[in-house]
């Protein structure tokens, strides 16, 4: 297993492409199938502009990729206007996160908006 790799950058839409890059690298890396890294660039976009909302996040979008010894993991986390309202997942997002990952949430807490997901490598038989 290796070290956390942290990407931090403005919370804006057109910035998260830079996310997806990165987890397509790491999984890559990882030795995740091709299948795999798509559902991992999916989830992440998916979870990244749900925390952005509809420009209700105030700093920038920090997010943490943990590999493990069976996947990886992947936070994010921006602060939002404390008049926002609750940031969730629509219908559509939950159904396409839960058919892509082992895991996911977001949840919201004081002035910030936080995700996290899990994705297990499909073992090769």
Known sequence: M???VILQFPAAPER????RLVVAGIAD???FDLDEIED?????DELCFAL???????????????????????EG????D?????VELTELSEAILSSLTD???????????RFRLRKRRVEAS
Request: net charge negative; charged share 20%.
């Open 2 to 4: 290796s070290e956390p």
């Open 16 to 19: 998260v492409q830079l996310a």
């Open 29 to 31: 890396g990882l030795g």
């Open 40 to 44: 991992l660039r999916i989830a992440v």
């Open 52 to 74: 952005l909302g509809a420009g209700d996040a105030v700093g920038p979008l920090q997010l943490v990729y943990r590999p493990t010894d069976d996947g990886l993991v992947v």
């Open 77 to 80: 986390e921006c602060r939002v």
């Open 82 to 86: 404390v008049g926002a309202g609750r």
């Open 103 to 113: 895991e996911h949430e977001v949840t919201w807490a004081d002035s910030s908006a």
